[in-house]
C-alpha cells in the first residue's frame, strides 16, 4: 500500500490530518519499532505490559512515514504526522479491507488445522513461476498479523498468499473479511483447539468460516478425505468449490505416488506426467496437492508447476532436514506437534528408508483438552516399534505415550530436562541413523537438534 495520510484519513474515515501533513506519503504498516520499515504506517497498541504509543515518536525517527494514534491516549503529539483513531486494532483492520477492495492483487487465504504455512509456502512458490507473488511472513497470520500482510502487499503484486489462523469461533470469519479471498484453502481438520472448541465438528466449523468473505466468483478448494469438510461443502448452498485428497473419489488426486528421504514423486489422475514435490512426508503430498489445484486454477500449466516446487523456499522446522555433526540426519519438525501431525511425521520414519536405525524424539502435544492423556496413549500404543526401535520422550504428559510405547520395546525413555536428553540420544547415535524430532511449540525442541549441529 502506498498512499498519502490524507488518503488513509479517508479510508479509515478519520479526521483528516493537519495540512502540512496531508501529502506525506506512508508506504506499508508496521506495529513493530525494531523492524519498521521507512516509510511505514506505525500503529501503536496499548498492551498489557506496554503501550505502544510510547514509541511513536522513535518510531517516527526511525523512518516510519506516519503512525495512527488511539484518542483515548492522552497528549496526541500535534507535531507530529499521526491521524487519530478509536481503536488501533480496529482502524489496522478497517484499513487494510479498505486497501484489499482496491482490487489491486488476487488473494489466496489458507486455513486448516495443520499445513497452513506449508501449503502457504507451495502455493507461492509454485505461483511465482508465472505471477509475481507475496506471501505471510512466517507464521503472521491472526487479527494483527493478517491485515498487517495485506497492508504491506505491494500494488505491482499480482497475487497475495495468506495464512489464517485462529483458536476459536468468529476468528477466520473477520479475516476471511478482510481479505475476500478468491480461493480458499482448508488444509485438514485435526485436534488442535479441541480445548477451546469441544469436538472435532465444531473445529471444521470454524475453518469453514473461510467462506464468508469469499469473492463473488471465489472457490474453494479442501481435503476432501475428511468427511466432516465434505459434509459442510454440501450444506453449503452455491458454493463453488473442488476437492483434493489421495482418494480417487476426490478431483484431484494422485494416481501413483513415490516417496522417499527427497520429498515425493505423484502422477496425477489423468496426466502421465510425474510431478517432484521436494518435502518430506505423506502429507506434505496433500499440501503439494492444494498447491497443485490453486495453480492449475489460475492457469498454470504442469511444467511450470513442477518448475515452482523446485524453486520455494519454506519455513524453518517444518520437516526440515538437518545434518548432524557425527553424519546422522535429523528431521526437524519441531516447529508444533497435534496427534494428527505427530502420526503423519511418524509414518514418513517408518517408511524412510535409511542405511542406520530410525529414533523418535517426542514431546508433550499442549492444548488438547480433557482428553490429552488418551491422545499421547494412542500415539504409544500406535507406533510401530518395529521400524523405530528407540523412542525419547520429553515433557510430563509425553510419559504417558512412554507408558505405552515401552509395553512393546525396551529402548523407551522419558525426561524433564533437554540436556539429559541429549546426553541419552548421544549413547545411541551412529552414522546413517535418522532422527524425528517433533514436540508442540513450549516444548523447545529445536534445542535438542542444535546440540549436535
Ligand atoms: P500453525 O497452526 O502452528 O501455524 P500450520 O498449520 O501453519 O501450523 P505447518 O507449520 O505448515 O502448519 O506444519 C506444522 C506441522 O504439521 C508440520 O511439521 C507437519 O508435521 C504437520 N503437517 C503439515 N501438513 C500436514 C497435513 N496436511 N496433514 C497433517 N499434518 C500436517
Ligand atoms: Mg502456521
Do not use: C
Not at 484499513?95 to 489491486?104: I, V
Not at 488476487?106 to 486455513?111: E, G, L
Amino acid at each position: 500500500m502506498k498512499k498519502t495520510l490524507k488518503e488513509i484519513a479517508a479510508m479509515l474515515h478519520a479526521d483528516a490530518p493537519s495540512p502540512e501533513f496531508a501529502d506525506t506519503v506512508v508506504e506499508g504498516a508496521s506495529i513493530n519499532t525494531l523492524t519498521i520499515q521507512p516509510g511505514n504506517l506505525f500503529i501503536p497498541f496499548k498492551g498489557e505490559r506496554t503501550d505502544g504509543h510510547k514509541y511513536v515518536r522513535q518510531a517516527l525517527e526511525k523512518g516510519a512515514g506516519a503512525a495512527l494514534w488511539q484518542k483515548d491516549v492522552p497528549d496526541a503529539p500535534e507535531d507530529l504526522p499521526v491521524i487519530l483513531v478509536d481503536d488501533s486494532e480496529k482502524a489496522l483492520q478497517h484499513l487494510a479491507a479498505a486497501y484489499r477492495r482496491e482490487n489491486h492483487f488476487k488473494v489466496v487465504a489458507i486455513t486448516g488445522s495443520n499445513g497452513k504455512t506449508t501449503t502457504k509456502d507451495m502455493i507461492a512458490g509454485v505461483l511465482s513461476t508465472k505471477y509475481s507473488v507475496q506471501k505471510t511472513d512466517g507464521n503472521f497470520n491472526n487479527n494483527l498479523g493478517l491485515p498487517l500482510t495485506l497492508l504491506n502487499i505491494k500494488e505491482t503484486t499480482d497475487v497475495a498468499v495468506l495464512e489464517m489462523g485462529m483458536s476459536g469461533f468468529g476468528e477466520i470469519e473477520l479475516l476471511s473479511n478482510i481479505a475476500t479471498p478468491d480461493i480458499a484453502v482448508i488444509t485438514n481438520i485435526g485436534e488442535s483447539h479441541l480445548q477451546d472448541l469441544g469436538s472435532r465438528e465444531n473445529i471444521a466449523k470454524a475453518k469453514f468460516e473461510i467462506i464468508s468473505g469469499l469473492n463473488q466468483n471465489g472457490i474453494l478448494f479442501y481435503y476432501g478425505d475428511e468427511p466432516l469438510l465434505r459434509s459442510l461443502v454440501e450444506k453449503a448452498d452455491g458454493l463453488k468449490s473442488a476437492s483434493y485428497g489421495y482418494d480417487e473419489t476426490n478431483g484431484l488426486y494422485p494416481r501413483k505416488t513415490e516417496i522417499d528421504e527427497a520429498g515425493s514423486r505423484i502422477q496425477l489422475g489423468t496426466e502421465e506426467a510425474w510431478v517432484s514435490i521436494p518435502v518430506l512426508g505423506r502429507h506434505n503430498v496433500l499440501n503439494g496437492l492444494a498447491a497443485i489445484r490453486t495453480a492449475l486454477h489460475l492457469g498454470l500449466t504442469l511444467e511450470e508447476i513442477e518448475e515452482g516446487f523446485g524453486k520455494m523456499e519454506m519455513t524453518a522446522m517444518r520437516m526440515e532436514r538437518v545434518e548432524g555433526s557425527g553424519g546422522e540426519v535429523f528431521i526437524n519438525d519441531t516447529y508444533n506437534a497435534s496427534p494428527t501431525s505427530v502420526m503423519a511425521a511418524l509414518q514418513f520414519l517408518e517408511e524412510a528408508k535409511v542405511e542406520g536405525k530410525k529414533i523418535a524424539v517426542l514431546g508433550d502435544m499442549l492444548e488438547l483438552g480433557e482428553n490429552e492423556e488418551q491422545f499421547h496413549r494412542e500415539i504409544g500404543q500406535q507406533m510401530n516399534v518395529n521400524e523405530i526401535p528407540v523412542l525419547l520422550t520429553f515433557g510430563p504428559r509425553s510419559r504417558w505415550l512412554a507408558e505405552e510405547a515401552i509395553l512393546r520395546t525396551p529402548l523407551v525413555y522419558w525426561f524433564r530436562d533437554h540436556a539429559e536428553l541429549v546426553r541419552e540420544l548421544k549413547k545411541h547415535l551412529s552414522k546413517g541413523d535418522l532422527i524425528l524430532v517433533k514436540g508442540s511449540r513450549g516444548m523447545e525442541l529445536e534445542k535438542v537438534i542444535d546440540a549436535f549441529r
